[in-house]
């Protein structure tokens, strides 16, 4: 037994030894708030459907005429019932008995992605970029990445993940740190570095034909869902984005850095 659990660990590290070293394992979030809320919206809609289901069952045992009235709390509880039945079938921000397992490997040189029987490995160099947003349900706001590789769908890193936020924000770093040496020698060649709405050079930020120098910039910060640069002595910000619009932030937060420290600059950066 020992002879085939060695075996089989020696064969997962020679697939996975082009990836380097095991940095960080990430699973699914399944709290016990998640489980008690999960089983309180199953038994609720389970209720509501089995009174709806008795009372279609007594009219048509014993037929008496519905006024407009009677339809009202049919309707309800036909609603409510559909709603907990799309919450739980909601794997974007919910974790429910029905959803596969989820295992994500973080390795120095890339990432591992396994979902029930399906497995993805991506190298930094296979990813194109990274984009981060949230979704916005009406029981709140959760984190959500997308990491696009250069052939391929995409691989979505949703709020059911444990720490989704540190793992994105890792991969984020990972792409970055691997395109960093092409991006940093076109920046300083003189090439800006260009985003839906940004435009960021050696010397100022720009939207559109409108610039502003670094010298004059106090922060610039990015979360899950909006970027904004605030300029010094100003109440509001000067640019304001969603980070949905915007891709391989951690690039930009690299740049930002360098012209900082380059600069010399008081500027703070939280991308």
Same mark, same amino acid.
């Given at each position: 037994?020992?002879?085939?659990?060695?075996?089989?660990?020696?064969?997962?590290?020679?697939?996975?030894?082009?990836?380097?070293?095991?940095? +960080?394992?990430?699973?699914?979030?399944? +709290?016990? &708030?998640?489980?008690?809320?999960?089983?309180?919206? #199953?038994?609720?809609?389970?209720?509501?459907?089995?009174?709806?289901?008795?009372?279609?069952?007594?009219?048509?045992?014993?037929?008496?005429?519905?006024?407009?009235?009677?339809?009202? &709390?049919?309707?309800?509880?036909?609603?409510?019932? %559909?709603?907990?039945?799309?919450?739980?079938?909601?794997?974007?921000?919910?974790?429910?008995?029905?959803?596969?397992?989820?295992?994500?490997?973080?390795?120095? $040189?890339?990432?591992?992605?396994?979902?029930?029987?399906?497995?993805?490995?991506?190298?930094?160099?296979?990813?194109?970029?990274?984009?981060?947003?949230?979704?916005?349900?009406?029981?709140?706001?959760? &984190?959500?990445?997308?990491?696009?590789?250069?052939?391929?769908?995409?691989?979505?890193?949703?709020?059911?993940?444990?720490?989704?936020?540190?793992?994105?924000?890792?991969?984020?770093?990972?792409?970055?740190?691997?395109?960093?040496?092409?991006?940093?020698?076109? %920046?300083?060649?003189? $090439?800006?570095?260009?985003?839906?709405?940004?435009?960021?050079?050696?010397?100022?930020? +720009?939207?559109?034909?409108?610039?502003?120098?670094?010298?004059?910039?106090?922060?610039?910060?990015?979360?899950?869902?909006?970027?904004?640069?605030?300029?010094?002595?100003?109440?509001?910000?000067?640019?304001?984005? &969603?980070? +949905?619009?915007?891709?391989?932030?951690?690039?930009?937060?690299?740049?930002?850095?360098?012209?900082?420290?380059?600069? #010399?600059?008081?500027?703070?950066?939280?991308?």
């Amino acid at each position: 037994m020992m002879d085939h659990i060695s075996s089989a660990s020696m064969n997962e590290n020679q697939e996975t030894s082009h990836l380097g070293m095991l940095v +960080s394992q990430f699973g699914l979030r399944m +709290s016990l &708030p998640d489980k008690i809320f999960c089983w309180f919206t #199953g038994a609720i809609g389970l209720i509501i459907l089995g009174g709806l289901l008795f009372v279609v069952y007594a009219y048509f045992r014993d037929p008496y005429p519905l006024t407009f009235s009677s339809y009202i &709390p049919l309707g309800v509880m036909a609603y409510l019932s %559909f709603q907990s039945f799309i919450l739980l079938c909601n794997h974007e921000a919910l974790v429910t008995p029905f959803r596969r397992k989820i295992t994500i490997y973080l390795y120095e $040189k890339g990432f591992v992605y396994c979902e029930g029987c399906e497995r993805r490995e991506l190298l930094w160099s296979q990813v194109k970029s990274v984009e981060r947003g949230a979704i916005t349900m009406w029981f709140g706001v959760f &984190p959500r990445y997308i990491v696009c590789p250069s052939s391929g769908k995409a691989v979505v890193l949703n709020s059911i993940i444990g720490d989704v936020v540190e793992l994105g924000r890792a991969i984020e770093r990972g792409v970055a740190d691997h395109l960093w040496p092409e991006v940093l020698a076109d %920046f300083q060649a003189g $090439k800006p570095f260009v985003l839906p709405g940004l435009a960021v050079s050696q010397r100022y930020a +720009s939207k559109s034909d409108i610039k502003l120098a670094w010298r004059l910039v106090e922060v610039v910060e990015a979360d899950m869902e909006r970027l904004v640069i605030k300029g010094k002595g100003s109440s509001g910000a000067w640019l304001w984005l &969603p980070v +949905s619009q915007l891709i391989n932030l951690g690039i930009l937060a690299k740049l930002l850095i360098y012209i900082k420290e380059e600069q #010399g600059l008081d500027m703070r950066v939280e991308v």
